[in-house]
């Protein structure tokens, strides 16, 4: 079984919508990790959460919520989905010493 | 913020040798790393340095100058399942791992 899971894998979505991608994990890790990933721009921070009581904003948190509902839990949703959040979304996990991470396998959003 | 630079695409020929070089300016330093991605996938990790030197593991190699601000990630013997992005990526001192855009290397027969 994977490490680190990712649903859905794929979703197709309409502007205006709510949506919710889930993250779940068993390396046991404290630290978890939602990126969005753009052609050409690389791998970027929406948000991050050190342990189950501490959430905080990365680079680009806008437009975005997260919640942590256990150690191996941390899901990310979009309030209001517009099409410029079309992108590959991934979780991914490190343990204390924050030193590498584990990714997930991805959700691919398109929002039309 | 930090400021990673790595070049956007390579191409190279199966069985040659590839050298991707990566520059950082970040707030602290914990190590850098690199991960390999191939198109749709998850990225995954390939090797991490905190030290200066060369690190070597099979057909990869990856080399840090921290004094130099430089890094980069050696493939030897290249295969067409090279074929990938390959990241940079540097830990700085907030622990949030930073992540340069990707090389994408093109390996042909």
């Known amino acids: 079984d994977a490490d680190v899971t990712q649903t859905p894998r794929n979703r197709i979505t309409k502007t205006g919508k709510r949506i919710m991608l889930e993250c779940s994990q068993t390396?046991?890790?404290?630290?978890m990790y939602w990126y969005r990933q753009d052609p050409g721009l690389g791998l970027q921070l929406i948000y991050y959460?050190?342990?189950?009581?501490?959430?905080n904003k990365g680079e680009i948190s806008d437009g975005y919520s997260v919640s942590r509902q256990a150690q191996a839990k941390f899901s990310l949703s979009l309030e209001s989905a517009i099409p410029n959040q079309t992108a590959l979304y991934f979780c991914?996990?490190?343990?204390?010493?924050?030193?590498?991470?584990?990714f997930g396998p991805g959700t691919r959003l398109t929002v039309l | 913020g930090q400021n990673i630079d790595q070049p956007t695409e390579m191409t190279a020929t199966e069985g040659a040798i590839v050298q991707i070089n990566c520059t950082y300016q970040?707030?602290?330093?914990?190590?850098l790393f690199w991960y390999q991605q191939h198109a749709g996938e998850a990225p995954t990790f390939l090797s991490y340095?905190?030290?200066?030197g060369l690190e070597e593991k099979g057909r990869f190699s990856s080399f840090l100058s921290r004094s130099k601000g430089y890094s980069y990630l050696l493939l030897k013997e290249l295969q067409m399942k090279d074929s990938a992005s390959y990241l940079c990526?540097?830990?700085?001192?907030?622990?949030?791992?930073?992540f340069g855009a990707g090389t994408t290397v093109t390996v042909r027969a």
């Open positions: 991914a996990t490190s343990d204390s010493s924050g030193v590498g991470q584990f």
């Open positions: 390396k046991g890790h404290d630290r």
């Open positions: 959460s050190f342990d189950v009581k501490d959430i």
């Open positions: 970040t707030s602290g330093f914990n190590g």
């Open positions: 340095n905190v030290l200066d």
């Open positions: 990526a540097v830990l700085p001192n907030d622990y949030k791992l930073s």
